[in-house]
């Protein structure tokens, strides 16, 4: 439990606070500025992006880790890559999977001799760790998206801009989405999986020149 909360934390060195993935773009398009329309944009990131496509790797690299399988941790990384639409989404991943590997480095000496040379995506990185702490794919997958939503909720207080207590309550609003999105991935056979979230696509690759900025992506 304690493993799964210190993954969970945004105070994990691995730069996640640096990145709003294409939510600041949808902000300075007035697609979300305001408590309710961010929440709604991120309850959606949440249902069509992170469930369908993110979690369900999450759930099934754990399973691949455990069983000691690189090839298959190698193939969902793979079809994470082919998932990130923009310059700016490769970026975060590559960067967070990088930091998270050096800094597993400092908790399991063996850690990189686990991944064999793989620079893993930050999901995959993430299920190495949940592993080692030995959590269920279920458990892992409620860590990773409850840091993903505490993340995007601290970038949607910064870029809107929110007060403190409007950010808790779309905090609120993911933390009671987030069972349900996790059941929603462990059931997602692998021939369901899908990214296809063509807004968000398209807002991330607007952020890459939009003129004013907080957050990398």
């Not at 990145?19 to 979300?32: H, R, W």
């Not at 991944?115 to 930050?122: M, N, R, S």
């Amino acid at each position: 439990m304690l493993g799964l909360i210190w993954l969970a934390s945004p105070a994990l060195p691995v730069g996640g606070f640096s990145y709003s993935e294409a939510l600041e773009a949808a902000v300075d398009a007035q697609l979300a500025n305001g408590e309710q329309p961010a929440g709604d944009w991120l309850l959606a990131q949440l249902q069509l992006s992170q469930a369908r496509s993110d979690l369900a790797v999450v759930a099934e690299a754990v399973a691949a880790w455990q069983a000691g399988d690189l090839g298959r941790v190698q193939e969902l990384d793979a079809w994470l890559r082919c998932t990130r639409e923009s310059a700016e989404l490769v970026l975060q991943t590559e960067q967070m999977g990088r930091s998270m590997l050096e800094w597993l480095k400092l908790q399991h000496g063996d850690a990189a001799t686990a991944f064999a040379g793989l620079t893993p995506c930050y999901p995959i990185a993430f299920a190495f760790a949940a592993a080692r702490a030995g959590a269920a794919p279920r458990e892992a997958c409620l860590a990773f998206a409850f840091g993903w939503a505490e993340n995007m909720v601290a970038a949607a207080v910064k870029a809107v801009p929110l007060g403190q207590s409007a950010g808790q309550r779309m905090l609120q609003r993911l933390a009671q989405a987030i069972p349900a999105a996790v059941e929603q991935a462990l059931a997602t056979p692998e021939d369901a999986r899908q990214a296809f979230s063509p807004m968000l696509a398209i807002l991330s690759a607007q952020h890459e020149t939009q003129y004013s900025r907080l957050f990398r992506s």
